[in-house]
Protein backbone atom coordinates (compact mmCIF):
# COMPACT_ATOMS: atom_id res chain seq x y z
CA UNK A 1 0.00 0.00 0.00
CA UNK A 2 2.64 2.58 1.32
CA UNK A 3 4.48 2.46 -2.30
CA UNK A 4 1.62 3.84 -4.22
CA UNK A 5 2.02 7.29 -5.76
CA UNK A 6 -0.37 9.25 -3.58
CA UNK A 7 -3.97 9.89 -5.30
CA UNK A 8 -4.78 13.21 -7.29
CA UNK A 9 -6.29 15.11 -4.76
CA UNK A 10 -10.04 15.19 -5.88
CA UNK A 11 -10.06 11.23 -5.91
CA UNK A 12 -7.96 11.14 -2.46
CA UNK A 13 -10.57 13.73 -0.64
CA UNK A 14 -13.37 10.98 -1.26
CA UNK A 15 -14.73 8.56 1.01
CA UNK A 16 -17.04 6.19 0.10
CA UNK A 17 -19.24 4.18 2.51
CA UNK A 18 -21.88 2.16 4.04
CA UNK A 19 -23.55 2.07 7.16
CA UNK A 20 -24.46 -1.82 8.38
CA UNK A 21 -26.78 -2.38 11.34
CA UNK A 22 -29.40 -4.77 12.50
CA UNK A 23 -33.10 -2.88 12.56
CA UNK A 24 -34.10 -0.25 15.09
CA UNK A 25 -30.46 0.20 15.77
CA UNK A 26 -30.83 4.15 14.64
CA UNK A 27 -29.14 3.67 11.11
CA UNK A 28 -31.70 6.31 9.17
CA UNK A 29 -31.69 8.54 12.03
CA UNK A 30 -27.86 8.47 11.92
CA UNK A 31 -27.88 9.00 8.08
CA UNK A 32 -30.19 12.06 8.23
CA UNK A 33 -27.87 13.34 10.63
CA UNK A 34 -24.70 12.55 8.35
CA UNK A 35 -26.63 15.17 5.64
CA UNK A 36 -27.49 17.98 8.44
CA UNK A 37 -23.64 17.97 9.39
CA UNK A 38 -23.03 17.89 5.39
CA UNK A 39 -25.59 20.76 4.98
CA UNK A 40 -27.16 18.46 2.92
CA UNK A 41 -30.80 19.05 4.71
CA UNK A 42 -31.84 22.13 6.92
CA UNK A 43 -33.52 19.74 9.42
CA UNK A 44 -33.45 16.08 10.18
CA UNK A 45 -36.99 14.85 10.02
CA UNK A 46 -38.06 12.80 12.60
CA UNK A 47 -39.47 9.36 11.46
CA UNK A 48 -42.56 9.71 13.56
CA UNK A 49 -43.44 13.72 12.95
CA UNK A 50 -46.55 14.56 11.36
CA UNK A 51 -48.25 14.55 7.91
CA UNK A 52 -45.84 14.96 4.60
CA UNK A 53 -42.61 15.60 7.20
CA UNK A 54 -42.78 12.03 8.19
CA UNK A 55 -41.45 10.83 5.51
CA UNK A 56 -37.60 9.86 6.34
CA UNK A 57 -35.15 11.86 3.53
CA UNK A 58 -33.65 8.61 2.84
CA UNK A 59 -36.07 6.04 2.24
CA UNK A 60 -38.65 6.96 -0.88
CA UNK A 61 -40.65 4.16 -1.71
CA UNK A 62 -43.75 4.41 -0.73
CA UNK A 63 -43.71 0.95 1.53
CA UNK A 64 -40.69 2.28 3.27
CA UNK A 65 -42.55 5.19 4.64
CA UNK A 66 -45.27 2.91 5.54
CA UNK A 67 -43.71 0.76 7.63
CA UNK A 68 -40.79 3.18 8.34
CA UNK A 69 -37.71 0.83 7.67
CA UNK A 70 -35.18 1.21 4.59
CA UNK A 71 -35.89 -1.79 2.09
CA UNK A 72 -34.18 -0.54 -1.47
CA UNK A 73 -30.25 1.16 -0.71
CA UNK A 74 -30.07 4.59 -1.54
CA UNK A 75 -26.98 6.59 -2.11
CA UNK A 76 -26.07 10.03 -1.28
CA UNK A 77 -23.56 13.02 -1.90
CA UNK A 78 -22.24 15.64 -0.12
CA UNK A 79 -19.73 17.63 1.00
CA UNK A 80 -18.19 17.97 4.46
CA UNK A 81 -15.47 19.97 5.98
CA UNK A 82 -12.90 19.48 2.69
CA UNK A 83 -14.53 15.73 2.43
CA UNK A 84 -16.24 14.27 -0.67
CA UNK A 85 -18.87 11.98 1.25
CA UNK A 86 -20.92 9.61 -0.87
CA UNK A 87 -22.84 7.05 1.70
CA UNK A 88 -24.65 4.24 0.37
CA UNK A 89 -27.60 3.20 2.66
CA UNK A 90 -28.27 -0.17 2.91
CA UNK A 91 -31.24 -2.32 4.27
CA UNK A 92 -30.67 -3.27 7.67
CA UNK A 93 -34.09 -5.48 7.99
CA UNK A 94 -33.88 -9.12 8.35
CA UNK A 95 -35.17 -10.03 5.21
CA UNK A 96 -33.96 -7.84 3.28
CA UNK A 97 -32.64 -8.73 -0.12
CA UNK A 98 -29.53 -9.51 -1.63
CA UNK A 99 -29.19 -5.99 -2.11
CA UNK A 100 -27.57 -5.22 0.68
CA UNK A 101 -24.91 -7.82 0.16
CA UNK A 102 -23.82 -6.17 -3.58
CA UNK A 103 -23.93 -2.96 -2.25
CA UNK A 104 -20.85 -3.58 0.45
CA UNK A 105 -19.24 -4.28 -3.25
CA UNK A 106 -19.18 -1.19 -4.45
CA UNK A 107 -17.78 1.13 -0.64
CA UNK A 108 -14.18 1.27 0.89
CA UNK A 109 -15.63 0.73 4.17
CA UNK A 110 -18.72 0.27 6.33
CA UNK A 111 -20.00 1.79 9.70
CA UNK A 112 -21.62 -0.72 12.09
CA UNK A 113 -24.11 0.39 13.86
CA UNK A 114 -24.43 -0.86 17.42
CA UNK A 115 -27.21 -0.49 20.12
CA UNK A 116 -25.94 0.01 23.19
CA UNK A 117 -28.26 -1.69 24.95
CA UNK A 118 -28.66 -4.96 23.08
CA UNK A 119 -25.20 -5.01 21.38
CA UNK A 120 -24.66 -7.33 18.33
CA UNK A 121 -27.67 -8.27 17.10
CA UNK A 122 -28.22 -11.32 14.59
CA UNK A 123 -28.64 -9.51 11.47
CA UNK A 124 -25.31 -7.37 12.36
CA UNK A 125 -22.94 -10.49 12.20
CA UNK A 126 -24.75 -11.55 9.19
CA UNK A 127 -23.31 -8.19 7.33
CA UNK A 128 -20.52 -7.85 9.19
CA UNK A 129 -19.52 -11.38 7.26
CA UNK A 130 -19.95 -9.71 4.33
CA UNK A 131 -17.65 -7.04 4.78
CA UNK A 132 -15.14 -9.66 6.29
CA UNK A 133 -15.18 -11.82 3.16
CA UNK A 134 -14.14 -8.43 1.27
CA UNK A 135 -11.68 -7.34 4.52
CA UNK A 136 -13.33 -4.31 4.54
CA UNK A 137 -12.17 -1.38 6.96
CA UNK A 138 -15.28 -1.04 9.37
CA UNK A 139 -15.93 1.75 12.29
CA UNK A 140 -18.71 1.20 14.64
CA UNK A 141 -20.89 3.78 16.83
CA UNK A 142 -22.55 2.42 19.84
CA UNK A 143 -25.82 4.52 19.65
CA UNK A 144 -28.30 4.88 22.22
CA UNK A 145 -25.95 6.03 25.23
CA UNK A 146 -28.31 8.43 26.40
CA UNK A 147 -30.91 5.35 27.15
CA UNK A 148 -30.20 2.95 29.83
CA UNK A 149 -27.54 0.64 28.06
CA UNK A 150 -25.02 -1.94 28.82
CA UNK A 151 -21.54 -1.59 30.50
CA UNK A 152 -19.40 -0.15 28.00
CA UNK A 153 -16.05 -2.81 28.88
CA UNK A 154 -19.06 -5.35 28.06
CA UNK A 155 -20.32 -4.18 24.67
CA UNK A 156 -16.69 -3.81 23.55
CA UNK A 157 -15.67 -7.38 24.59
CA UNK A 158 -19.09 -8.64 23.13
CA UNK A 159 -17.91 -7.46 19.87
CA UNK A 160 -14.36 -8.69 20.27
CA UNK A 161 -15.57 -12.12 20.72
CA UNK A 162 -18.70 -12.22 18.49
CA UNK A 163 -17.17 -10.51 15.49
CA UNK A 164 -13.43 -12.18 16.32
CA UNK A 165 -12.04 -8.19 15.65
CA UNK A 166 -9.91 -5.92 17.90
CA UNK A 167 -11.80 -2.91 19.21
CA UNK A 168 -9.83 0.50 19.96
CA UNK A 169 -12.48 3.09 21.82
CA UNK A 170 -12.04 6.10 20.03
CA UNK A 171 -13.84 8.04 22.62
CA UNK A 172 -15.38 6.74 26.08
CA UNK A 173 -18.74 7.71 27.49
CA UNK A 174 -19.21 9.72 30.79
CA UNK A 175 -22.22 8.24 31.99
CA UNK A 176 -25.22 6.27 30.80
CA UNK A 177 -29.02 6.86 30.25
CA UNK A 178 -30.23 10.14 32.08
CA UNK A 179 -26.80 11.06 33.53
CA UNK A 180 -25.20 10.33 30.20
CA UNK A 181 -22.87 13.80 29.85
CA UNK A 182 -20.81 13.13 26.72
CA UNK A 183 -18.17 11.93 26.12
CA UNK A 184 -14.40 11.74 26.09
CA UNK A 185 -12.63 12.03 22.71
CA UNK A 186 -9.67 9.81 23.30
CA UNK A 187 -7.61 10.49 19.62
CA UNK A 188 -7.86 14.19 20.43
CA UNK A 189 -8.15 14.53 24.08
CA UNK A 190 -11.39 16.39 23.74
CA UNK A 191 -14.35 16.54 26.21
CA UNK A 192 -17.23 16.38 24.36
CA UNK A 193 -20.65 17.61 25.75
CA UNK A 194 -24.16 16.89 24.56
CA UNK A 195 -26.89 19.55 24.54
CA UNK A 196 -30.33 17.71 25.25
CA UNK A 197 -31.88 20.97 24.71
CA UNK A 198 -31.54 21.55 20.97
CA UNK A 199 -31.45 17.93 18.72
CA UNK A 200 -30.46 19.72 15.76
CA UNK A 201 -27.18 21.00 17.18
CA UNK A 202 -23.64 20.06 17.06
CA UNK A 203 -22.51 19.11 20.58
CA UNK A 204 -19.57 21.78 21.81
CA UNK A 205 -16.40 20.56 22.75
CA UNK A 206 -13.86 21.46 24.92
CA UNK A 207 -9.84 20.98 24.31
CA UNK A 208 -8.51 19.58 27.45
CA UNK A 209 -5.20 18.41 27.93
CA UNK A 210 -5.29 14.52 29.26
CA UNK A 211 -7.25 13.61 32.06
CA UNK A 212 -5.68 15.37 34.72
CA UNK A 213 -6.53 18.89 33.26
CA UNK A 214 -8.55 20.70 36.33
CA UNK A 215 -10.97 22.06 33.41
CA UNK A 216 -12.83 18.57 33.39
CA UNK A 217 -13.97 18.92 36.98
CA UNK A 218 -15.61 21.93 36.01
CA UNK A 219 -17.60 20.11 33.71
CA UNK A 220 -17.63 16.52 35.07
CA UNK A 221 -19.04 15.94 38.35
CA UNK A 222 -16.42 14.69 41.10
CA UNK A 223 -17.92 11.09 41.15
CA UNK A 224 -18.30 10.51 37.21
CA UNK A 225 -14.73 11.83 36.79
CA UNK A 226 -13.51 9.56 39.15
CA UNK A 227 -15.30 6.49 37.53
CA UNK A 228 -14.05 8.31 33.97
CA UNK A 229 -10.33 8.27 34.75
CA UNK A 230 -10.56 4.70 36.55
CA UNK A 231 -12.33 3.37 32.89
CA UNK A 232 -9.86 5.02 30.91
CA UNK A 233 -7.04 3.71 32.64
CA UNK A 234 -8.23 -0.08 32.47
CA UNK A 235 -9.58 0.35 28.79
CA UNK A 236 -5.19 2.28 28.08
CA UNK A 237 -4.39 -1.52 29.89
CA UNK A 238 -6.88 -4.01 28.71
CA UNK A 239 -7.86 -2.49 24.93
CA UNK A 240 -5.69 -1.66 21.90
CA UNK A 241 -4.81 1.74 20.95
CA UNK A 242 -5.96 2.40 17.55
CA UNK A 243 -3.70 1.78 14.53
CA UNK A 244 -4.86 3.14 11.32
CA UNK A 245 -3.25 0.85 9.46
CA UNK A 246 -4.54 -2.27 11.44
CA UNK A 247 -7.99 -0.57 10.91
CA UNK A 248 -7.50 -0.79 6.84
CA UNK A 249 -6.52 -3.70 6.63
CA UNK A 250 -10.22 -5.16 8.54
CA UNK A 251 -8.44 -6.36 11.43
CA UNK A 252 -9.47 -3.31 14.10
CA UNK A 253 -12.36 -1.52 14.85
CA UNK A 254 -12.59 2.04 16.23
CA UNK A 255 -15.19 2.25 18.57
CA UNK A 256 -17.40 5.54 18.94
CA UNK A 257 -20.32 6.45 21.62
CA UNK A 258 -23.30 8.69 21.09
CA UNK A 259 -26.59 9.35 20.69
CA UNK A 260 -27.88 10.01 16.53
CA UNK A 261 -31.06 11.27 18.08
CA UNK A 262 -29.43 13.61 20.21
CA UNK A 263 -26.48 14.69 17.27
CA UNK A 264 -24.27 13.42 19.76
CA UNK A 265 -21.12 11.67 18.33
CA UNK A 266 -22.28 12.05 15.18
CA UNK A 267 -19.74 14.60 13.81
CA UNK A 268 -16.63 13.03 15.72
CA UNK A 269 -17.20 9.70 13.83
CA UNK A 270 -17.48 11.78 10.87
CA UNK A 271 -14.62 13.12 11.30
CA UNK A 272 -13.32 9.76 11.88
CA UNK A 273 -14.42 8.85 8.79
CA UNK A 274 -12.52 11.68 6.98
CA UNK A 275 -9.08 11.79 8.65
CA UNK A 276 -8.57 7.42 8.93
CA UNK A 277 -11.22 6.14 6.53
CA UNK A 278 -9.90 4.62 3.24
CA UNK A 279 -9.88 6.94 0.11
CA UNK A 280 -11.00 4.70 -3.31
CA UNK A 281 -9.66 1.46 -3.92
CA UNK A 282 -8.03 -0.67 -5.73
CA UNK A 283 -10.76 -2.95 -7.40
CA UNK A 284 -10.48 -6.78 -8.76
CA UNK A 285 -11.48 -6.94 -12.29
CA UNK A 286 -10.83 -10.40 -13.92
CA UNK A 287 -7.98 -9.48 -16.15
CA UNK A 288 -6.86 -7.35 -13.85
CA UNK A 289 -6.54 -4.66 -10.68
CA UNK A 290 -7.87 -1.30 -11.77
CA UNK A 291 -6.45 1.45 -9.56
CA UNK A 292 -8.20 4.82 -8.81
CA UNK A 293 -5.82 6.80 -9.96
CA UNK A 294 -5.38 5.15 -13.73
CA UNK A 295 -6.78 7.75 -16.29
CA UNK A 296 -9.61 5.90 -18.48
CA UNK A 297 -12.58 5.85 -16.96
CA UNK A 298 -14.29 2.78 -15.84
CA UNK A 299 -17.31 1.93 -13.11
CA UNK A 300 -19.60 -1.41 -12.58
CA UNK A 301 -23.06 -1.91 -11.87
CA UNK A 302 -23.93 -3.02 -8.39
CA UNK A 303 -27.42 -2.15 -8.05
CA UNK A 304 -30.71 -0.92 -10.42
CA UNK A 305 -33.45 0.72 -9.37
CA UNK A 306 -36.74 0.94 -11.25
CA UNK A 307 -39.28 3.45 -11.26
CA UNK A 308 -37.66 6.05 -9.01
CA UNK A 309 -40.10 8.43 -10.43
CA UNK A 310 -43.49 6.70 -10.73
CA UNK A 311 -44.44 9.34 -13.25
CA UNK A 312 -41.62 7.94 -15.63
CA UNK A 313 -41.30 4.04 -16.15
CA UNK A 314 -37.30 5.02 -15.43
CA UNK A 315 -34.30 3.02 -14.20
CA UNK A 316 -31.65 4.01 -12.73
CA UNK A 317 -28.65 1.98 -13.08
CA UNK A 318 -26.29 2.68 -9.80
CA UNK A 319 -22.15 2.88 -10.75
CA UNK A 320 -19.47 2.35 -8.54
CA UNK A 321 -16.47 4.47 -10.62
CA UNK A 322 -13.69 2.69 -10.32
CA UNK A 323 -11.18 4.95 -11.92
CA UNK A 324 -10.55 8.07 -13.41
CA UNK A 325 -12.49 11.10 -14.09
CA UNK A 326 -16.00 11.20 -16.39
CA UNK A 327 -17.41 14.05 -17.61
CA UNK A 328 -20.76 14.31 -18.73
CA UNK A 329 -21.80 13.35 -22.08
CA UNK A 330 -18.69 11.19 -22.61
CA UNK A 331 -19.21 7.87 -24.20
CA UNK A 332 -18.52 4.71 -22.48
CA UNK A 333 -17.75 1.17 -23.51
CA UNK A 334 -20.76 -1.41 -22.48
CA UNK A 335 -18.74 -4.41 -22.08
CA UNK A 336 -21.70 -7.13 -22.05
CA UNK A 337 -22.90 -6.14 -25.20
CA UNK A 338 -19.50 -4.83 -26.33
CA UNK A 339 -21.53 -1.31 -27.42
CA UNK A 340 -20.75 2.18 -26.90
CA UNK A 341 -23.35 4.21 -24.33
CA UNK A 342 -23.21 8.08 -24.68
CA UNK A 343 -24.17 8.97 -21.00
CA UNK A 344 -25.68 12.57 -20.82
CA UNK A 345 -27.81 12.96 -18.37
CA UNK A 346 -25.63 10.50 -15.02
CA UNK A 347 -27.26 11.95 -11.85
CA UNK A 348 -25.98 12.25 -8.46
CA UNK A 349 -28.09 11.60 -5.23
CA UNK A 350 -29.11 13.13 -2.29
CA UNK A 351 -31.61 11.10 -0.75
CA UNK A 352 -35.21 11.33 -3.09
CA UNK A 353 -33.84 14.78 -4.74
CA UNK A 354 -30.98 13.88 -7.66
CA UNK A 355 -29.00 16.51 -9.59
CA UNK A 356 -27.36 16.37 -12.89
CA UNK A 357 -23.58 15.66 -12.95
CA UNK A 358 -21.35 17.40 -14.80
CA UNK A 359 -18.80 15.33 -13.40
CA UNK A 360 -17.55 12.37 -11.15
CA UNK A 361 -14.28 10.75 -9.71
CA UNK A 362 -13.11 7.58 -9.10
CA UNK A 363 -15.13 6.27 -5.38
CA UNK A 364 -18.40 8.39 -6.84
CA UNK A 365 -21.60 6.57 -7.05
CA UNK A 366 -23.69 7.84 -9.81
CA UNK A 367 -26.73 7.02 -11.19
CA UNK A 368 -27.26 6.14 -15.22
CA UNK A 369 -31.11 6.34 -16.16
CA UNK A 370 -31.67 4.09 -19.16
CA UNK A 371 -34.01 1.74 -20.11
CA UNK A 372 -32.99 -1.60 -19.12
CA UNK A 373 -29.68 -2.13 -20.80
CA UNK A 374 -27.75 -1.82 -17.91
CA UNK A 375 -28.03 -4.89 -15.27
CA UNK A 376 -26.37 -5.68 -11.85
CA UNK A 377 -22.69 -7.04 -12.77
CA UNK A 378 -21.92 -4.97 -15.62
CA UNK A 379 -18.85 -3.07 -16.94
CA UNK A 380 -18.71 -0.28 -18.40
CA UNK A 381 -15.25 1.21 -19.92
CA UNK A 382 -13.33 3.91 -21.71
CA UNK A 383 -13.14 0.27 -24.37
CA UNK A 384 -11.09 -2.21 -22.55
CA UNK A 385 -12.69 -5.44 -21.92
CA UNK A 386 -12.49 -5.49 -18.29
CA UNK A 387 -15.19 -7.42 -15.88
CA UNK A 388 -15.38 -6.88 -12.19
CA UNK A 389 -15.77 -9.36 -9.88
CA UNK A 390 -16.95 -10.50 -6.62
CA UNK A 391 -20.20 -9.30 -7.11
CA UNK A 392 -22.50 -12.09 -5.87
CA UNK A 393 -26.18 -13.21 -6.66
CA UNK A 394 -27.88 -15.74 -4.28
CA UNK A 395 -30.04 -18.67 -4.44
CA UNK A 396 -33.36 -17.99 -2.88
CA UNK A 397 -34.02 -19.17 0.24
CA UNK A 398 -37.92 -18.73 0.06
CA UNK A 399 -39.93 -19.79 -3.64
CA UNK A 400 -43.55 -18.77 -3.92
CA UNK A 401 -45.53 -19.01 -7.17
CA UNK A 402 -47.22 -15.82 -8.60
CA UNK A 403 -50.49 -15.10 -10.01
CA UNK A 404 -51.96 -12.09 -11.67
CA UNK A 405 -55.74 -11.67 -10.05
CA UNK A 406 -56.95 -10.78 -13.29
CA UNK A 407 -55.94 -13.43 -16.01
CA UNK A 408 -56.52 -10.86 -19.18
CA UNK A 409 -53.34 -9.15 -17.61
CA UNK A 410 -50.62 -12.30 -17.20
CA UNK A 411 -48.83 -10.63 -19.66
CA UNK A 412 -48.18 -7.57 -17.53
CA UNK A 413 -47.23 -9.72 -15.15
CA UNK A 414 -44.48 -11.20 -17.51
CA UNK A 415 -43.32 -7.47 -17.85
CA UNK A 416 -43.10 -6.57 -14.09
CA UNK A 417 -41.46 -9.87 -12.87
CA UNK A 418 -38.54 -9.55 -16.19
CA UNK A 419 -37.53 -5.98 -14.26
CA UNK A 420 -37.53 -7.10 -10.84
CA UNK A 421 -34.99 -9.99 -11.82
CA UNK A 422 -32.95 -7.42 -13.84
CA UNK A 423 -32.88 -4.65 -10.62
CA UNK A 424 -32.03 -7.88 -8.48
CA UNK A 425 -35.22 -7.85 -6.41
CA UNK A 426 -36.23 -11.09 -6.74
CA UNK A 427 -35.25 -14.48 -8.80
CA UNK A 428 -37.30 -15.15 -11.68
CA UNK A 429 -37.70 -18.96 -12.95
CA UNK A 430 -40.17 -20.12 -15.57
CA UNK A 431 -40.36 -23.92 -15.43
CA UNK A 432 -39.74 -26.41 -18.59
CA UNK A 433 -43.09 -27.72 -17.83
CA UNK A 434 -46.60 -25.35 -17.36
CA UNK A 435 -47.34 -22.00 -17.30
CA UNK A 436 -46.63 -19.52 -15.04
CA UNK A 437 -43.23 -17.99 -12.97
CA UNK A 438 -41.63 -18.99 -9.59
CA UNK A 439 -40.31 -16.32 -7.46
CA UNK A 440 -37.42 -16.72 -4.85
CA UNK A 441 -36.59 -14.22 -2.80
CA UNK A 442 -34.17 -14.05 0.39
CA UNK A 443 -36.64 -13.29 2.76
CA UNK A 444 -40.34 -13.63 3.39
CA UNK A 445 -40.94 -9.42 3.61
CA UNK A 446 -39.75 -8.94 -0.28
CA UNK A 447 -42.98 -10.89 -1.22
CA UNK A 448 -44.91 -7.89 0.57
CA UNK A 449 -42.50 -5.62 -1.05
CA UNK A 450 -42.79 -6.96 -4.71
CA UNK A 451 -46.42 -7.26 -4.42
CA UNK A 452 -46.56 -3.91 -3.18
CA UNK A 453 -44.75 -2.48 -6.25
CA UNK A 454 -46.58 -4.75 -8.92
CA UNK A 455 -49.62 -2.67 -7.89
CA UNK A 456 -48.49 0.13 -7.57
CA UNK A 457 -46.00 0.45 -10.88
CA UNK A 458 -48.16 -1.95 -12.82
CA UNK A 459 -52.01 -1.32 -11.48
CA UNK A 460 -51.74 -5.29 -10.92
CA UNK A 461 -52.83 -7.01 -7.97
CA UNK A 462 -50.92 -10.75 -7.78
CA UNK A 463 -51.37 -13.23 -5.19
CA UNK A 464 -48.34 -15.47 -3.98
CA UNK A 465 -48.70 -18.71 -3.43
CA UNK A 466 -46.78 -21.65 -1.47
CA UNK A 467 -44.75 -23.74 -4.48
CA UNK A 468 -44.02 -26.93 -3.45
CA UNK A 469 -40.36 -26.61 -4.35
CA UNK A 470 -38.34 -25.53 -1.37
CA UNK A 471 -35.09 -24.70 -3.32
CA UNK A 472 -33.03 -23.67 -6.65
CA UNK A 473 -29.42 -24.48 -7.49
CA UNK A 474 -27.64 -23.28 -10.88
CA UNK A 475 -26.61 -26.24 -12.82
CA UNK A 476 -23.01 -25.93 -14.67
CA UNK A 477 -21.00 -28.53 -16.39
CA UNK A 478 -20.38 -29.94 -19.84
CA UNK A 479 -22.99 -29.07 -22.28
CA UNK A 480 -24.05 -32.94 -23.33
CA UNK A 481 -24.17 -34.07 -19.95
CA UNK A 482 -26.22 -30.92 -18.88
CA UNK A 483 -28.59 -31.43 -21.81
CA UNK A 484 -29.10 -35.60 -21.17
CA UNK A 485 -29.67 -34.32 -17.14
CA UNK A 486 -32.52 -31.63 -18.33
CA UNK A 487 -34.62 -34.38 -20.47
CA UNK A 488 -34.30 -36.86 -17.64
CA UNK A 489 -35.56 -33.96 -14.79
CA UNK A 490 -37.97 -31.78 -17.08
CA UNK A 491 -40.33 -31.40 -14.02
CA UNK A 492 -37.89 -30.21 -11.92
CA UNK A 493 -36.18 -27.94 -14.52
CA UNK A 494 -36.83 -23.94 -14.88
CA UNK A 495 -34.72 -21.11 -16.77
CA UNK A 496 -33.89 -17.93 -14.72
CA UNK A 497 -33.86 -14.85 -16.24
CA UNK A 498 -30.58 -14.56 -17.87
CA UNK A 499 -31.59 -18.14 -19.59
CA UNK A 500 -29.69 -20.45 -17.40
CA UNK A 501 -30.39 -23.81 -16.66
CA UNK A 502 -31.69 -24.16 -12.67
CA UNK A 503 -32.72 -27.10 -10.66
CA UNK A 504 -35.60 -26.97 -8.26
CA UNK A 505 -35.55 -29.41 -5.36
CA UNK A 506 -37.98 -30.11 -2.87
CA UNK A 507 -35.36 -31.87 -0.54
CA UNK A 508 -31.78 -31.91 0.25
CA UNK A 509 -31.79 -35.70 -0.90
CA UNK A 510 -32.85 -34.76 -4.50
CA UNK A 511 -29.39 -32.51 -4.69
CA UNK A 512 -27.36 -35.36 -3.37
CA UNK A 513 -28.88 -37.96 -6.20
CA UNK A 514 -27.58 -35.34 -8.60
CA UNK A 515 -24.02 -35.23 -7.29
CA UNK A 516 -24.06 -39.11 -7.39
CA UNK A 517 -26.18 -39.79 -10.42
CA UNK A 518 -24.46 -37.05 -12.52
CA UNK A 519 -20.98 -36.47 -11.11
CA UNK A 520 -19.72 -33.99 -13.74
CA UNK A 521 -21.91 -31.33 -13.20
CA UNK A 522 -22.20 -29.06 -10.55
CA UNK A 523 -25.25 -27.27 -8.36
CA UNK A 524 -23.95 -23.66 -7.16
CA UNK A 525 -26.13 -21.85 -4.31
CA UNK A 526 -24.57 -18.55 -6.08
CA UNK A 527 -23.38 -17.53 -9.51
CA UNK A 528 -21.41 -14.49 -9.82
CA UNK A 529 -23.24 -11.89 -11.37
CA UNK A 530 -20.85 -11.50 -14.24
CA UNK A 531 -21.21 -10.33 -18.15
Known amino acids: MSNRPALPAEIARRR????????????????????????????????????????????????????????SASAMSFEYGHFRFNLVDTPGHSDFSEDTYRTLTAVDAAIMVIDGAKGVESQTRKLFEVCRLRDLPILTFCNKMDRESRDTFEIIDEIQENLAIDVAPASWPIGMGR?????????????????????????????????????????????????????????RELLPAFNRQSFLEGHMTPIWFGSAINSFGVKELMDGIGEYGPEPQIQKATERSVAPDETPVTGFVFKVQANMDPKHRDRVAFVRLVSGHFERGMKLTHVRTKKPMAVSNPVLFLAADRELAEEAWAGDIMGIPNHGQLRIGDALTEGEALRFTGIPSFAPELLNTVRALDPMKAKHLDKALMQFAEEGAAKVFKPMIGSGFIVGVVGALQFDVLASRIEIEYGLPVRFESSHFTSARWVAGPKAEVERFVNINKGHI????????????????????????FPELKLTATKEMMV
Open 16 to 71: TFAIISHPDAGKTTLTEKFLLFGGAIQMAGQVRAKGEARRTRSDFMKLEQDRGISV
Open 179 to 235: DFLGCYDILHDRLELMDRADRNKVAESIKINGLDDPKLAEHVPADQLAKLREELEMA
Open 494 to 517: STDHDGDVVFMTRLQWDIDRVQRD
